[in-house]
């Protein structure tokens, strides 16, 4: 398993935009990937289950990541954090 | 001609014939009784849907902006959503027709969005509901809507954010719908593309389409179907002026409000609430100069608690982001008595126990509001400005007590940002000081309102007293010009936020003296950045 802490600096916190980037850039990936906000728990690949932790920005998130590419998919998630959220 | 009101969203005025939109008839879908036809039924909308949405986002992109394109995309992501996909085969496996189970599971999903204690997400509910009705319509055969030829007012019951989009913006003069909220989609658009329009408007559909020539006044929020000649005269000339003044003060938008000999001047916004501060953007104000922190206090039967007034602060810190927002500590007293504060009635409230004078006896007030502003300098840009400082010992008294606080939430481990902290020279004698003050304060902001009444010693509230009260008596510009002066000797910098900040009389003459911030009503913040730019001073 493979975990990913992020705290997000986007001022509109993880809305809709970049919750739906999330989840196309997590569905490739055979893995389970659980985004853990202080507001709750996700699957990162359903769109509306993430939108409704209303992460905000300064907010810590933790991706876990279990599956047989989740090294792969750790490293892209975590590229993807840091440029889109 | 009959007439009736709305809420005004856009101000300007539009004539023209009128164009009522009525969502399409649909025939109720029968399910076929077999889940696997539904299912196939369903993923057939799907793709259709995501081949219009696409369309529509290419259009949008191209022609409305990112924003309203943004929208677009979001739905097209929720058409995908996997959560949204199971609830529909759910529904369909329980023996639901595809275009019942797109429209019910899309409505259980707005329902949970709206009820989400997070305003965003609120209004994503709408979001939803517009992506699965859009599916439902597909799947009823729905043609949509059809729209005439030349340019019009449309009149609806709501638009969705698709609806407004596919909407050929060039030939809409104005929006008129009987609900939405000036913060709807139809209201946001109408601000992007600069149409009056109104919100939550009384006007019968019949009365729309029986008329020849329908009428929208944004200025006051009336609505005129078949105007009289008079009226439509009246319309006409508001329309020309609106339409000149308009074009010339967009073209100040986001610029720097800076003279032409090179003084660069601050205009920022009076608030009251942190709804506000969205307006103040909105009309582009480089700051907030004067949050009147009243608003909370009033109109209540007990004192707020910290919570409330922290969560009110960081709202307005997280709005203006970087930009300067100035909090006017409580300001009660005078004509403003809450009756759980147990202040006791006073001859002569003006010179009572007001502003600062209060925050200095009763620290139980103050106290709290001193920590939640504290509490939310971590979110933004604050200063504190304490209001009727006559001497210097009040502002070191009130200094210290800021200290005491943001100590006290250091130790909490609760984070705090320096918070800059001014006077609002409002009595003469803080006036007269202002050299001694300024060594204490970061910053000076007039209270020209009451700095008038007390220097001239007219009361404000009686009208009698119209012609004595005199806000361009030259006692009052010389103390304006000391002040100023003070301000700059000692490095600090002064600011206007009564009245006369947004007064082209005196602008030029404050900006010559020295003030390089003015704070006034949001909606004139662009007619004074005019002023500035062409100003030789």
Not at chain 1, 22 to 27: E, R
Request: one cysteine or more; a negative charge; aromatic letters at 6%.
């Amino acid at each position: 398993m493979k975990e990913i802490k992020y705290v997000i600096t986007d001022p509109l916190g993880m809305h809709a935009r970049p919750a739906g980037m999330l989840v196309k850039a997590a569905a490739p990936y055979e893995s389970k990937i659980t985004v853990t906000a202080p507001t709750g728990s996700a699957d990162a690949k359903r769109l509306m289950a993430l939108m409704r932790l209303a992460a905000k920005q300064g907010m810590e998130l933790t991706l876990t990541i279990e599956g047989a590419d989740e090294d792969k998919a750790a490293a892209e998630l975590q590229a993807f954090l840091s440029a889109n959220l | 001609m009959k007439k009736g009101i709305g809420l005004p969203v856009f101000p300007g005025v539009a004539i023209g014939p009128a164009v009522v939109y009525r969502k399409a008839q649909r025939t109720l879908p029968v399910s076929s009784g077999d889940p696997a036809v539904e299912k196939a039924k369903f993923e057939a909308a799907l793709e259709t849907a995501r081949q219009q949405l696409t369309a529509l986002f290419e259009k949008a992109k191209v022609e409305i902006g990112e924003e309203q394109a943004a929208i677009v995309e979001v739905q097209l992501l929720m058409l995908d959503d996997l959560d949204y996909l199971d609830g529909v085969n759910m529904a369909i496996e329980g023996g639901a027709a595809a275009a019942i189970a797109a429209l019910d599971t899309g409505e259980e999903f707005a329902q949970v969005f709206a009820a989400m204690d997070d305003e965003y997400m609120n209004a994503r509910s709408a979001d939803i509901r517009d992506m699965s009705h859009r599916l439902y319509d597909i799947l009823c055969g729905n043609t949509g809507f059809q729209l005439p030829e030349g340019s019009f007012l449309l009149v609806a019951e709501d638009l969705a954010p698709s609806e407004t989009i596919q909407l050929p913006r060039e030939r809409i003069m104005a929006f008129i719908t009987r609900q939405g909220s000036s913060s709807s989609h139809t209201a946001i658009l109408a601000r992007t593309l600069n149409i009056p329009s109104l919100v939550q408007s009384d006007i019968p559909f019949e009365a729309a389409e029986g008329c020849k020539v329908l009428a929208v006044d944004g200025f006051t929020g009336t609505w005129y179907a078949d105007p009289d000649e008079q009226t439509l005269a009246m319309l006409k000339v508001k329309q020309a002026e609106a339409a000149a003044a308009r074009d010339a003060l967009e073209a100040y938008r986001g610029k720097e409000s800076i003279t032409r000999s090179g003084k660069k001047v601050l205009l920022v916004a009076n608030i009251g609430c942190p709804e506000d501060a969205v307006d103040a953007l909105k009309a582009d104000a480089e700051g907030v100069g004067l949050m009147r922190s009243e608003f909370l206090y009033l109109g209540r039967d007990s004192l707020p608690t910290e919570e409330e007034l922290f969560d009110a602060y960081r709202k307005v810190a997280e709005t203006m982001a970087h930009r300067p927002v100035v909090i006017r500590t409580l300001d009660i007293g005078a004509d403003k008595q809450v009756s759980y504060l147990g202040l006791e009635a006073e001859e002569n409230p003006a010179l009572g126990l007001r502003g600062l004078r209060i925050c200095l006896t009763r620290e139980e007030i103050f106290r709290p509001q001193l920590r939640a502003i504290y509490r939310a300098s971590a979110y933004g840009n604050l200063h504190i400005m304490f209001p009727m400082v006559a001497s210097v010992w009040e502002l070191k008294a009130a200094k210290a007590l800021c200290a005491k606080v943001r100590k006290e939430l250091e130790e909490e481990g609760i984070p705090t940002k320096d918070v800059p902290i001014g006077v609002m020279v409002e009595t003469p004698a803080a006036a007269v000081l202002a050299h001694e003050l300024a060594k204490e304060a970061a910053f000076f902001s007039v209270g020209t309102n009451d700095l008038t009444q007390y220097t001239l010693a007219v009361d404000r509230q009686n009208a009698k007293l119209g012609q004595f009260y005199d806000p361009y008596h030259p006692a009052l510009l010389a103390l304006l010009a000391h002040i100023a002066k003070a301000a700059k000797d000692n490095g600090i910098w002064a600011g206007i936020c009564g009245e006369l900040g947004a007064d082209p009389k005196m602008q030029e003459k404050f900006i010559e003296m020295g003030f390089t911030e003015l704070s006034m009503a949001a909606g004139r913040i662009l007619e004074s950045r005019k002023l500035v730019c062409q100003s030789n001073v």
